[in-house]
């Protein structure tokens, strides 16, 4: 059993609420006056963690944090059924652990494994959003509000001009019907082992859906860098869409050009880089809690 004292606990939940509080507070916000944000709420419309549960700092499993009377009042999570308190100290009870989290770990286990092992792609070039709104009639796109950057038509020729190379199920199946036979592959949900890799954008941006799937067991320091590195895809695949969301602050990253094209490789290329070390620490939960 790892300890760690409170000071170090502290200044971990500390770092933790610095990557997720303010994004958490504004959806929150938002979410009580009834309005949308078309980047922002992704990160907790797409993905089910709350923004409540998002911020409560947990330690991961296999390790003791040093606790006082009021460091339990103030996060009153840390004394529940899945903690073990004794001499000053808590840690989750790995007696805790159910099947059906053990068979989930050990799934996420191997697509690490899997994904690490496989050769990044880096050519898509975030024309998923752009299959997105192929062929569709205006009342039909998503972020109704904001226009798009090019007409429809043209929207249309960019993408016929494309090699369409998708390999996110989740990505996929939001392609027009249009669209859809585009696509160089055919990602299903019982595909997704055998065709993610980690230069997509949507396969870096679930490292945070699976350690939030893991928690409290993977603990909350590997789902808060998750949830930063998904915020930078989140901006970058947007950026790269054919929304006009200069409105908001987001500069394009113009696909529809060589140059765009070579922009959001290098983005993308940056992201992939900063999510592979996050991935190695997800499977390395995965597998303690396989094992516990």
């Keep these: 059993m790892i300890e760690w004292s409170r000071e170090e606990w502290k200044a971990r939940q500390a770092a933790h609420l610095g990557r997720v509080q303010a994004l958490a507070d504004r959806f929150a916000q938002r979410r009580s006056h009834g309005t ?8 907790f419309t797409y993905y089910n963690l709350s923004p409540a549960k998002l911020k409560e700092w947990v330690p991961p499993l296999g390790t ?5 009377a009021d460091d ?45 092992d496989r ?27 904001y226009e798009l950057r090019l007409p ?17 199920y989740d990505a996929f199946r939001f392609f027009t019907p249009a669209a859809r036979p585009l696509n160089a592959f055919d990602p299903t949900l019982e595909t997704r082992l055998e065709m993610e890799q ?54 394009p990253v113009f696909i529809e050009t060589a140059e765009g094209r070579a922009e959001y490789e290098t983005l993308q290329k940056a992201i ?14 995965a597998t303690a809690v396989t094992q516990a």
Excluded at 36 to 43: A, I
Excluded at 272 to 285: D, G, I, N, S, V
Aim: aromatic fraction near 10%; charged fraction near 25%.
């Design 64 to 68: 003791a944090i040093e606790v006082t």
């Design 198 to 251: 980690g230069g997509c954008l949507h396969t870096n941006m679930d490292l945070y859906k699976w350690s939030a799937k893991l928690l409290p067991w993977c603990g909350s320091d590997l789902v808060g860098e998750s949830f930063a590195n998904a915020w930078d895809a989140r901006q970058l695949d947007m950026r790269a869409s054919p929304y006009e969301l200069r409105s908001l602050g987001y500069e």
């Design 272 to 285: 992939a880089t900063a999510a592979e070390p996050l991935r190695r620490q997800l499977h390395a939960a």
């Design 72 to 116: 339990l009042l103030e996060c009153p999570w840390l004394a529940s059924e899945r903690f073990i308190r004794s001499n000053g100290l808590v840690w989750l009870d790995a007696a805790r652990l159910g099947d059906h989290t053990k068979q989930l770990a050990k799934w996420i286990k191997e697509l690490c494994e899997r994904v690490l």
């Design 119 to 145: 050769p990044a792609r880096f050519r898509c070039f975030g024309l998923h959003e752009w299959a997105m709104v192929y062929q569709q009639p205006a009342e039909e796109i998503r972020h109704q509000g």
């Design 36 to 43: 949308k944000h078309p980047v922002e709420d992704f990160l």
């Design 152 to 168: 429809p038509d043209e929207v249309a020729r960019f993408v016929d001009s494309q090699a369409v190379c998708c390999t996110h």
